[in-house]
Structure formats: C-alpha cells, structure tokens
C-alpha cells in the first residue's frame, strides 16, 4: 500500500498470489464486514471461498490440503486481509491450529483434520486462556485425566476464544499430569459435537465485532486417547512455546498493514476537507503529523519485512516475533489514533473504516499475549 515500496521478499508468484487476495477482500469481505459485525460472526461461506483460493493454509503440502506454497503466501494474506482493514475473520486460527497439527500430530491427525481446514469446512479454535488465567498459562486449571479405557475427560472452562461460536473442533489446552506448572500440560483435540462440549455466550466487545470470540465448557467432556496432540502427554507446554511467535508475527505483520490503511485513508480524506478555506493537508500540523506517521508506517514495513524474511528462512526466534508484537502493535495504535484526529468527529463515527479501526486496534496490544509479556521474553534473550 505504501507507494513505491516493494518487499524485498516479494515475487512475481507472491504478486499473483495477492492479486488473488485481493480479489478475495474487494468481493468477499469488504461487502459483508458490516453484516458480519452486526451478527458477531463471520459466514461460513467466506470460510468456504478462502479455502477455495487456498488463503486458509497456504504453506502446508498439498497431501494435507495445503497450497503447497511457503511462509511468505501466509504473510502476504495476512498483509491483504490488513490492507482490506479486516481483523475479525479468524481464518489466521485455522492456520495455526494447522501449524500445531502439521508440527506436532500423529499421521493420523494430520489426515483426519488437516485438509477440512484448508478447505475451510472445518473452522478450529485454541483455547488456552480461561477466566482465572491468561498470561499466566502454567496455571491452567482445566483438567483431561486418563480413565483406565486411556480415555480422557476433560473439566474446565475458558473464555475470550476466537471462533467459539463457529469452530467444530477446538485444542484445548489443559492439564493430564498432576506436575506443576509446565510438565503436566497436554494439547487435546475436542470435536465441539461432544455432548461433554458447550459453547458460552458470544462476548461483546470495543471492536473486532465480526469475530465470535467465546466462553466455552467442558463437563465431563470425554474423549478418545487418540485425541491428545502427538499422543504423548506433557508436551502441550513445548508446543505452546514452539507455535506462539508465529502467532506474535502473524500479529506483528498485520498491525503493520493496518498502519499502512490508515495512513492511505487518511491522507484521501486530508486532500478532499476543508476547513477555513484549504483543504486539512494545507494546514502545516496536518504536514508535519502525517510526515511523521509515514515515516513511522515505512519504518514498521521494514520491521515486519525482516520477521516476514526470517519467517520464510525457518530463523523466526521468539524474542524476534515478541519485538515485532509489542512494538508494532503499539505503533499501530500510535498511528490510527493521530490519523483518527484528522478526521475530526466523523473519525469517531463506526461509519467510518477508521473508527472501526481504532476500536479494532486496541486488543492487538492485549491478545496474543499481552505487550508486557512480550517485554518479559525480550528481556530474557537479552
Ligand atoms: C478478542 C480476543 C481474542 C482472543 N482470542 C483468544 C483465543 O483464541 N484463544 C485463547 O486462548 N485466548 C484468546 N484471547 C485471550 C488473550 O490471549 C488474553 O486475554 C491475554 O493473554 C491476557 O490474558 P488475561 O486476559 O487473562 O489477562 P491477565 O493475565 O490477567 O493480565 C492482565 C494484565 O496484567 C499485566 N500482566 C500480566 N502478567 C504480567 C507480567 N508477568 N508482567 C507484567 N505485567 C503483566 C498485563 O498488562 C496484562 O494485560 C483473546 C482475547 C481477546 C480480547
């Protein structure tokens, strides 16, 4: 979206790909967004569609479903989804759902789930976070122990879930050992037609109102041995650490190009105001400001193509995706609330893309793992 800009990781292929992307967010999403937020879900044919054009899993071999293609396909749809001003259809859950299957499940679970949810017939959830704890995930409380038949029963509750509404099969993290703290953590693959399963209420929330985030249950939830991700108990904590920077870079990538809206949207509304005889642009404070945010918007462009490089290259390191969460969030919300100002009271009118953005923007410094914790795990690899 910045002119002139090419990424440097970006090809002939990858421009294709997001001529594709694009076609996707102009006919699909962008004339649905407000049914979708006033419904607080996202239709299940959109999932259908992206499926389709193989947006939802990109990078995965074609055995599974996949496209076939690389981490850079999965960057540059986040990158399109942020250009078209989506954060609320949570196709990026399915990916990396996907990504702790393909990393870490039996054979079995990779046939079983892997090509429904490219397809995008299959919508997934994590649910990590519950009501007593977030941030903290070795305090856990939600239980899956092993009966005699090696069946398990998980107890518990969780909250905050993206895609709670829609998902048919939800990764739950909860705890099959009786250590504390990290060992006794295991992933376990719940089909949401459990009868132990239900669903809560869909939250309300300041934004990303198409996203069906959730409370969700479990009571005496039991299910086969074979649901335990890697059929090994006791990883679920590894796993975590191992998937979550592609979560944080995921994040980290789309606060970038939600910049980069704001900025294009607010520098068209800026040349067409006016206000005592000149447009807003004449107006040296507009200059100066929006001057300062393109340098900030080109300088978070840089920042995301180096996590999108070392991404594709197999070096992404969770200190990296951390810095890149933190600090791009934070410049997001930096920018979009400078760019809200120019547009005087229409700017806080949600008939506004850039309202919606600001009220989207404000969680991207919380979920993922709230900006503090990324500071933590910076600091350790100082
Ligand atoms: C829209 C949305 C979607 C979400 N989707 C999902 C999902 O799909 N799956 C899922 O499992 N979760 C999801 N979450 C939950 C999200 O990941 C958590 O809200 C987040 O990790 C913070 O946890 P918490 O809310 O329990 O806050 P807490 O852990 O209670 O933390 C509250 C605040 O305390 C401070 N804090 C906490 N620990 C520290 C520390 N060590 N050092 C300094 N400060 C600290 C931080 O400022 C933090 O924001 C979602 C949340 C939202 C709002």
């Known amino acids: 979206m910045l002119e002139n800009y090419r990424s440097p990781w970006m090809d002939a292929d990858l421009e294709a790909f997001a001529d594709a992307v694009r076609r996707f967010c102009k006919d699909v999403i962008e004339p649905n967004e407000m049914k979708w937020r006033e419904q607080h879900h996202v239709d299940r044919e959109a999932w259908l569609k992206a499926g389709e054009l193989g947006l939802i899993l990109p990078d995965l071999p074609e055995q599974y479903g996949g496209a076939g293609g690389s981490a850079a396909h999965a960057a ?211 200059r100066f400001v ?13 920042f995301a193509d180096h996590i999108i490089q070392q991404w594709v290259d197999g070096k992404l390191d969770s200190s990296l995706a951390s810095m890149g969460k933190f600090w791009l969030t934070e410049r997001q919300g930096e920018v979009i609330d400078k760019c809200v100002q120019f547009f005087g009271g229409y700017g806080y009118m949600l008939e506004y893309p850039i309202a919606r953005m600001y009220a989207d923007a404000r969680v991207q410094r919380i979920y993922g793992g709230a900006n503090e914790i990324q500071r933590e795990l910076v600091a350790r690899s100082l």
């Open 76 to 286: 540059v749809v986040i990158r399109e989804m942020g250009y078209a001003g989506n954060s609320s259809f949570g196709y990026g859950i399915n990916y990396l759902v996907g990504h702790y299957l393909s990393n870490y499940g039996t054979e079995a679970q990779k046939q079983r789930w892997l090509p429904g949810m490219a397809s995008g017939e299959i919508i997934t959830s994590i649910a990590m976070t519950e009501p007593g704890t977030g941030s903290d995930l070795q305090g856990v409380r939600t239980t899956a122990r092993k009966r005699p038949d090696g069946k398990y029963v998980i107890n518990g509750s969780k909250t905050f879930i993206t895609n709670g509404q829609l998902s048919d099969m939800v990764v739950v993290v909860a705890k099959t050992g009786e250590e504390s703290g990290a060992k006794g953590i295991s992933l376990v693959i719940v089909e949401t037609s459990n009868p132990g399963f239900r669903r809560g209420k869909c939250l309300d929330k300041v934004g990303q109102d198409a996203g069906d985030t959730s409370e969700m249950f479990f009571d005496h939830c039991v299910v086969e041995a074979d649901a335990l991700l890697g059929g090994v108990e006791g990883q679920g904590f590894f796993q975590l650490m191992g998937q979550l920077p592609y979560e944080r870079a995921m994040i980290a990538v789309g606060a970038a190009a939600q910049m980069e809206r704001a900025l294009a949207l607010t520098v068209e509304y800026v040349k067409e105001r006016r206000a005592f005889g000149k447009t807003l642009l004449d107006f040296q404070n507009t």
């Open 290 to 302: 929006l001057a300062d945010v393109k340098a900030t918007v080109t300088a978070s462009r840089a």
